[in-house]
Structure formats: C-alpha cells, structure tokens
C-alpha cells in the first residue's frame, strides 16, 4: 500500500474534527479550508488523470459534497469535461456545502440528480459522497451510487476516505466504493490502514491543507503507523567479542503428527532472525526431517509433557503453537509451557487451546515473563468469546482488549495488522501483501518474534520490529516470486537482508 504522509500518528473521526476546529479558531475560515481541499483535489486529479474525457463527481451533503463541487468548478474553469451528479437536492445544503454548490454553478459546471443520470462509461469518477462521519451502511441512493461507481470500472479518485468505510475501524456495513487514489484531508484516518481499508483505498496521499504543524499539538492519538527505519535501531550492534550464548535460546514447541513442517519454519525464522540458539521440541517421527533441512537446529522428540519438562531448563524462551494441533499431547505441550514461567510467543493452536480453557494461565507468571500473542481474527474471536465479523468490526478494540485480557502484547494478524501492547499504543502495519494469504506465513511470524525476545528486545518492541520485518520480507520476497506464488520460506532469506 502506497502512502505519502510524513507523520506517522493516525487519527480517528472526532480527533480529525478537533483538529479542523482547532484550525478554524486559529484564523483559517471554514470556506477556505474547503477550497484547500477542492483546489488539493483538483491538483491530484489532473497530475495523475491528465488526459480524462470527462470529470464525474458524485456528491453528497457536508463538507464532503462540498469538496466535490470545489473541484467540480475549478475544472470547469480550465474548460475541462466535468458533470456533478448530485445526491442531496440544492435546497437540503447548507452552510460552506450550498456556497461550494453555487460556485459550481457560477462556472457552468453541469449538474443532475442522480435520479437523471446514467453511469459514465469513460473518463474519471471523483468520490464526494459520505465523507468520515459515516456509522453503518449507507442507505437509498447512495448505496445505489456507490453500486453504480463500482460497476463502471473506472478510476476513481475518493476525497477524504471512500464512501462506506468507517474511518475509525476500516469495516466496512454495506456498499463501499472501491478507489483507486484516496485523498486524506488534514490527517491519516485510522481506518484507511487496516480491515477493509487497505483494500478500498488503493494510492493514499494525504493533504494537510496547509494547517500548521501547532495545531497538531492538542491532540495526542493512540495509534501510530509502524516504520522498519524507525524501529531497526532497537536491534544494537554486536560487539566484537559477542558469543552466542549472549543472544538467547529459542525453543519451538509444536509440530504435532503431520504438522512437522510449521515447527521447522519457526525455527529456522528464529535463527534467521539472530537468536544464538534454537531447539524443537516436537513428535519424534519429525526430527530426521529437521535435522536433514537445518542441521542448526537441535530437535528433540517428546512424546509428553512428563519428556518436556526436564528440557525447559535450557531455552531462554518458548514460542509455542506452530504445528502443534490438539489433541492431548498438544495440551500437555502447552500446559508445560505455561508452567514454566519462561517468556513466551503463543500462536495457531496454542491459542486456541488457551481460549479453550483447557490451560489456565498463570497470573504470576505472566507478571515476571512476557507473553507475546499472535492471532488471526478467527483466533481472537475466540480468544474474547466473540465473532469473528465482531472482531473486524473494531479491530482496535479487540486487539486492545485481547492484550488487556492476557495482559500480553499481541499483534492481530490481516491486512494492516495492529500491534498492541500494556503502553496502550497501537501501531499499524502498513508493509505486507496479499501473497501472505498462504500456509506457514504466521509460523515464520512466530520464530522471528522468538528471535528477537531472545537477543533482549522488550516483548512491544519485538512485537512491533517483528510484525514490520514480517511484512517487509514478504514484499522483497514478492518482487522476486510475485504475491500468487509467494511460500512463507520464501520470507526467510530476506530477514539477513533486513536485521
């Protein structure tokens, strides 16, 4: 996902708001800021659509349809081919809208309602219909307008944020424009990064309007796009006299019966990764395997929790679930795990048996050792006793409340995955591809996390470090193999490239 925007804070609906009011009791007018967004518009519009035969904005009421009809108008002035198709009648705006609208006419821009109209076939369509301050599903016309959008297959350029998509959560209740190009005014929204969001926004370049930088000072958003520049300095140089004992023992615990495959691509990600040793333990059957494929990796065959218990003396950390399925041997495997009191990295079944209630957690353990979870929506669904779609209707929400439950820091994994942690910030991952959507790509996940806690990372910052590294191996690996044939070993390589 493309982005130009130099801040990294992402901001909610009502925090935007606060800032455009701030803006406007700081001395800029209300009408300018609509004609900073039109003429920003504008300017996008014709740099990247140059040679369009014809303009179709679609607008609604607000400062949304406002901003339409101040791009409408300003290419009418330079005799481009533009037409409004209008969605609320000229008597129902008000304010800077109905002055935006009279501008438009004033310029000779042609107007229809959408009742009048018929879907373009040719040329750019501009998106100005809901704007930010949408809860649930758009209704009546404008569903219809968006469906109409949608079908003419052409470029759209959406202002703000595309109509239907919740600016806080990236869910999306009902019809959703799909764009090419989305224009942010003033700041970031949240929801434009994660669930539905990097799907329908394609291109985001923000506008800031020209508000000065002081403006920003008032708000203090929770959550924060995560960068691998900003973040790589977490991992210190080696010092020349380093020895592997200083950079920790990962041990993968998983790889039940035909699962043998995720446990090896957590370790072999771990190594990759730094960690200065690292041991499987999992079903006996998969040990030739491990040691023909990584003979780095000391794999131990356990038929039990009573065979785990004396090797969990040796690793530093535990990163349990890859491949670890469950059945009772499975549970055994965990509940030693837990019982240990070692940091640990929980993912795939390991989760799943916990959200069981099958392995209770031990409080005081987690207060002296961090724990570190990794689901995908269905895992944390789970986790919270909730659904799924209950889960990507407020991504924030649930990721927070996972972390708060099991006081953890946990990445919930999916397009623009979230990382939370007990500081209360959110970051958001907006490295990754669609390739990532194949077996094995949270195992490798996994063992990069486990790498990085054992070379002394706090569990946040291996958190976030790791989930941004995650996503941007699988991109290099992208270019190389494309996103269709992407394999989650396919990442490993990369990780020297980035660490």
Request: glycine share 12%.
């Amino acid at each position: 996902m493309k982005i130009t925007a130099s801040s990294p804070y992402l901001y909610t609906a009502s925090e935007v708001y606060a800032l455009d009011a701030a803006a406007i009791a700081g001395g800029i007018p209300s009408l300018q800021l609509m004609k900073r967004a039109g003429r920003a518009a504008f300017d996008l519009l014709v740099e990247r659509f140059p040679a369009a035969e014809l303009i179709s904005v679609y607008c609604g009421a607000g400062k949304n349809g406002g901003d339409g009809y101040v791009l409408a108008a300003l290419a009418a002035q330079r005799l481009l081919p533009v037409q409004v198709i209008q969605l609320t009648a000229p008597d129902k705006l008000t304010g800077e809208a109905k002055q935006a609208y009279e501008f438009a006419l004033q310029e000779g821009v042609k107007i229809l309602s959408f009742a009048q109209a018929t879907a373009s076939s040719t040329g750019v369509i501009v998106d100005a219909l809901l704007g930010i301050g949408l809860r649930g599903a758009p209704r009546g016309e404008f569903a219809a307008a968006i469906e109409q959008i949608n079908k003419t297959g052409l470029p759209v350029l959406a202002l703000d944020i595309p109509s239907g998509l919740n600016a806080d959560s990236g869910a999306v209740a009902g019809a959703v424009v799909q764009a090419q190009l989305t224009l942010p005014y003033i700041a970031l929204k949240r929801g434009l990064l994660t669930g539905r969001g990097p799907a329908v926004c394609g291109e985001l370049v923000l506008a800031n309007l020209d508000i000065p930088a002081v403006t920003y000072d008032g708000i203090s958003p929770a959550v924060e796009r995560l960068s691998l520049n900003d973040l790589i300095p977490l991992l210190a140089p080696r010092a020349a006299d380093a020895h592997k004992g200083d950079f920790g023992h990962v041990m993968v615990i998983g790889g039940d019966t035909g699962f043998g495959g995720a446990a090896l691509m957590a370790a072999e990600a771990a190594a990759r990764t730094g960690a200065g040793k690292v041991s499987v333990a999992t079903r006996p059957e998969h040990v030739p395997a491990i040691l023909a494929r990584r003979p780095e990796v000391m794999a131990c065959g356990v038929v039990s929790g009573q065979e785990l218990e004396p090797l969990l003396a040796r690793p530093t950390l535990l990163v349990v679930g890859p491949g670890l399925g469950r059945t009772p041997w499975s549970e055994q495997m965990l509940q030693q795990a837990v019982k240990s009191g070692l940091p640990l990295v929980l993912d795939a079944d390991a989760l799943n048996i916990l959200a069981e209630g099958r392995v209770v957690p031990v409080v005081g353990h987690q207060q002296h050792s961090p724990w570190l979870l990794t689901p995908h929506p269905a895992e944390a669904a789970r986790l919270l006793g909730i659904t799924t779609a209950e889960v990507q209707a407020d991504r924030f929400a649930a990721v927070r409340a996972i972390s708060v439950r099991y006081k953890a820091s946990v990445i919930l994994k999916g397009a623009g995955s979230l990382v939370a942690s007990s500081d209360g910030l959110i970051g958001v991952v907006t490295d990754g591809n669609p390739g990532m959507a194949s077996g094995g790509m949270g195992d490798v996940l996994s063992g990069i996390l486990g790498g990085l806690l054992a070379q002394g990372l706090t569990a946040p910052d291996a958190a976030r470090l790791g989930a941004v590294v995650h996503a941007c191996a699988a991109d290099l690996a992208a270019e190389d193999f494309g996103q269709r044939s992407l394999l989650a070993t396919d990442l490993i390589p990369y990780l020297g490239q980035l660490l």
